[in-house]
């Protein structure tokens, strides 16, 4: 069922490891009798000491608060701040850092911290909210990683270019508070697609119980009339969530209608279709997002009501703009215009090798549509995404992915600079900003980062695969795109070792690769497709990747490329030698996922090493059924439909969660991604993300603080919580809602059976 996402938006800690932090719904100043303040004259009663402001901001009482005028022109948070000294902590002790505070006029964020105060300055926590005319009380936890008698709690108010006031009152840290223990509401014990099975598809269920002997179950309409029944099969533990579990098979079932239900040891599921509907809608939605998320572009409410927002870095102040970008120091000493693009993630950096894996999966998805007879072209074609562009006679989804692609190649080294032709990492802001925080009130310093040879093949690659694809459409642009990919595979063949540093991830992240032969085979796969040139097939047969077995556990990312030039390889008609060697590959590679669902009690394609889910694995989950689709269409094996038609009830709810991880589809859906812009979760006047907004989802290593709190010990599928204090398992990417496109798109394909 198709869920209508509350509006919201928020700002949040950037992706930097802090400490474990939560935000607690409690007033400020209600400690317990047993609990101690670590804070003096917290409350400002008639007296300043022993607080202390910088210099040129001498702090003031007024009505019973500590107030400050903020001078304007400041670069840095920390270049001004208000705090006290002398705190003491200890390690493995939690404490609760509570406080009120108003800044006028609207629009500027107080950062509080929690360090040393002497060098290097540790940062023990930090939290970064808006504050408000009217005012807002604030309360975090986090447990102290050190004991230290020289701590002090700050409040940092630098960085804006404009002056302001601030006002605190009822500052307490608190020690000796627990963190609370989190038990996830994980719903009924039987887990289904909470949106929608095809009427002439698979159709399982898992039901988690301590039967180990099958047991009767009922599917029931919407009047709660039995429809079908049958029996269970018990499947035993499942690894991935320590889970006794049973599966519920009806796909004997053909009836097509909305809100069934499945019962079963006494438990009844959440509701859900039978119905093609819910994928056509995802189709869209899923590639609706990307608008959203453009930067350089005023976002029209008229096409997104209650997303609209002005343009982004734009040189509008405080932006300080991407229409003239210094680089890092030492790194060049020109300037460039890198406006538009979409924002990467939760933050506003702009990334090339996530955009670029974004970019090809988007125009494989297009691709496909084309090459394929039952694929639905016209699903994809203009005027299909309601965007700025729609009614130009070009597919909508073409345009959207243009807005990234003329992004990318901004990027590229100009004509007669040093290394001209390589392509910039990414842009992002030289320090991290907190949340929540729009895109046009983003006032840190953007800098372009060293050139990559990962950067460089990205953009050859989806420069030469646009090139064939817009051709139709945009001659000129088409030859201006492969002109810019043949010129960056020379440069990258000419500096093949330019590695991104895994260290330059302030403000942003390092995105680091140290292995860039799967993008020289990738580049060079898609540049033959589009030339038929014997040079370019030459380097894509004597790759090593080319006999390999590319279609690792999680099929492909930003990071390992190969599997995408193999999925075109095998997709786009060519004389390519050995080609049905290519094909066949990915066969087998669509095989191995195969049986690894089959085995999964939860229908899963996707089984990390050592049950230890990755960074993003929801996204793993369905590059995995990418790969399996892909066989299909090659193929016409109905096992391969199959397996990727149930693949989707992992991702819409059929899992130990209990919860669908796209915004606005199922009964119990994730709504508090981490973004500085969706963050409702931090700022009521804000939105939750838009329908068809696919979250991280489960990641044991837990690099987030939050997550560190709240999941320690947690195994595979419940390392995840749906808070934007999340970063690591909550996040939301254009590189994750690329195969949510994908897969969504090949399911409503297959709604006439």
């Given at each position: 069922m198709i869920r209508t996402p509350h509006r919201r938006l928020t700002t949040i800690v950037g992706t930097t490891a802090l400490l474990a932090t939560t935000l607690v719904?409690?007033?400020?100043?209600?400690?317990q009798a047993d609990e101690v303040d670590q804070v003096v004259n917290g409350g400002f009663d008639s007296a300043i000491e022993p607080w202390w402001s910088t210099p040129s901001m001498p702090i003031t009482l007024v009505d019973g608060r500590a107030c400050v005028d903020v001078p304007g022109g400041t670069v840095n948070r920390w270049d001004v701040a208000v705090g006290q000294n002398d705190i003491d902590l200890v390690e493995g002790e939690s404490y609760r850092l509570e406080f009120f505070a108003t800044g006028t006029p609207e629009g500027h964020v107080a950062r509080a911290v929690v360090g040393d105060t002497q060098a290097p300055y540790d940062t023990y926590f930090e939290a970064s909210p808006p504050v408000s005319v009217s005012g807002n009380a604030y309360s975090y936890t986090f447990t102290s990683a050190v004991t230290s008698d020289r701590a002090q709690v700050t409040f940092q108010l630098g960085g804006s270019p404009d002056p302001w006031r601030f006002c605190l009152d009822d500052v307490a840290l608190i020690g000796g508070v627990?963190?609370?223990?989190?038990?996830?509401?994980?719903?009924?014990?039987?887990?289904?697609?909470?949106?929608?099975?095809?009427?002439?598809?698979?159709?399982?269920?898992?039901?988690?119980?301590?039967?180990?002997?099958?047991?009767?179950?009922?599917?029931?309409?919407?009047?709660?009339?039995?429809?079908?029944n049958g029996v269970t099969r018990p499947r035993g533990v499942d690894a991935s969530s320590g889970q006794n579990t049973h599966t519920i098979d009806f796909s004997a079932y053909r009836g097509k209608g909305t809100?069934?239900?499945?019962?079963a040891d006494g438990e009844t599921s959440r509701p859900f279709d039978i119905d093609p509907a819910a994928y056509e809608k995802l189709r869209a939605d899923a590639l609706k997002f990307y608008y959203t998320q453009r930067s350089g572009i005023e976002i029209l409410d008229s096409?997104?009501?209650?997303?609209?927002?002005?343009?982004?870095?734009?040189?509008?102040?405080?932006?300080?703009g991407d229409g003239d970008v210094p680089c890092q120091p030492g790194v060049c000493d020109y300037r460039l215009d890198v406006t538009g693009g979409w924002y990467d993630a939760g933050d506003h950096g702009k990334y090339v090798v996530n955009g670029g894996i974004s970019v090809w999966q988007l125009l494989n998805q297009y691709e496909r549509s084309r090459v394929v007879t039952a694929a639905e072209s016209r699903k994809l074609g203009d005027g299909t995404l309601?965007?700025?562009e729609s009614g130009n006679k070009i597919p909508d989804i073409l345009d959207e992915v243009r807005w990234e692609l003329e992004f990318l190649l901004k990027m590229q080294v100009p004509s007669g600079q040093p290394l001209a032709g390589m392509v910039h990492h990414k842009i992002h802001d030289q320090n991290w900003t907190g949340l929540p925080l729009m895109p046009h009130l983003d006032a840190e310093l953007r800098e372009l980062h060293p050139v990559s040879t990962a950067a460089t093949l990205n953009l050859a690659a989806t420069a030469a695969q646009a090139a064939r694809l817009y051709n139709k459409y945009d001659p000129a642009f088409a030859a201006r795109a492969l002109a810019a990919a043949?010129?960056?595979?020379?440069?990258?063949?000419?500096?093949?070792?330019?590695?991104?540093?895994?260290?330059?991830?302030?403000?942003?992240?390092?995105?680091?690769?140290?292995?860039?032969?799967?993008?020289f085979y990738w580049a060079a796969a898609e540049l033959f497709l589009t030339t038929r040139e014997k040079a370019f097939a030459d380097r894509v047969t004597a790759s090593p990747y080319h006999t390999s077995d590319v279609f690792g556990p999680g099929a492909f990312d930003w990071g390992n490329t190969a599997a995408a030039a193999r999925l075109d390889l095998a997709l786009v008609p060519s004389k390519l030698p050995g080609r049905a060697?290519?094909?066949?590959?990915v066969v087998e590679g669509a095989d191995k996922y195969v049986a690894v669902q089959r085995a999964h009690p939860y229908a899963v394609a996707y089984a990390p090493n050592n049950n230890s889910w990755d960074w993003g694995s929801n996204s793993a989950v369905l590059n995995t059924l990418v790969v399996v689709g892909t066989a299909y269409d090659l193929t016409r094996r109905p096992g391969y439909r199959n397996a990727v038609i149930e693949g989707m009830d992992y991702v819409l709810g059929r899992n130990a969660l209990n919860i669908s991880y796209v915004t606005g589809y199922g009964e119990v859906s994730s709504q508090n991604q981490h973004s500085r812009w969706y963050a409702r979760q931090l700022d009521p006047a804000l939105p939750n993300p838009p329908a068809g907004t696919l979250a991280g989802g489960p990641n044991s290593s837990?690099?987030?603080?939050?997550?560190?709190?709240?999941?320690?010990?947690?195994?595979?599928?419940?390392?995840y919580i749906d808070d934007i204090q999340s970063w690591s398992t909550n996040e939301l990417t254009i590189n994750w809602n690329a195969p949510l496109a994908w897969v969504a798109s090949f399911v409503a394909d297959q709604n006439a059976g």
């Open positions: 719904a409690v007033s400020a100043g209600t400690a627990p963190p609370e223990v989190y038990e996830p509401d994980t719903g009924p014990r039987v887990r289904v697609n909470q949106v929608a099975y095809l009427p002439a598809g698979p159709k399982n269920a898992t039901l988690v119980t301590e039967a180990t002997e099958a047991t009767t179950w009922d599917l029931k309409n919407a009047r709660g009339v039995t429809v079908a809100g069934f239900t499945l019962v096409l997104r009501p209650g997303y609209g927002r002005p343009a982004g870095h734009v040189d509008v102040p405080p932006n300080r309601a965007l700025p043949r010129t960056a595979f020379d440069a990258a063949v000419a500096n093949p070792a330019r590695i991104a540093s895994d260290a330059d991830g302030v403000g942003g992240g390092s995105y680091a690769d140290a292995n860039v032969g799967d993008e060697q290519v094909v066949q590959s837990l690099q987030d603080p939050f997550a560190q709190s709240k999941l320690a010990g947690c195994v595979g599928q419940f390392c």
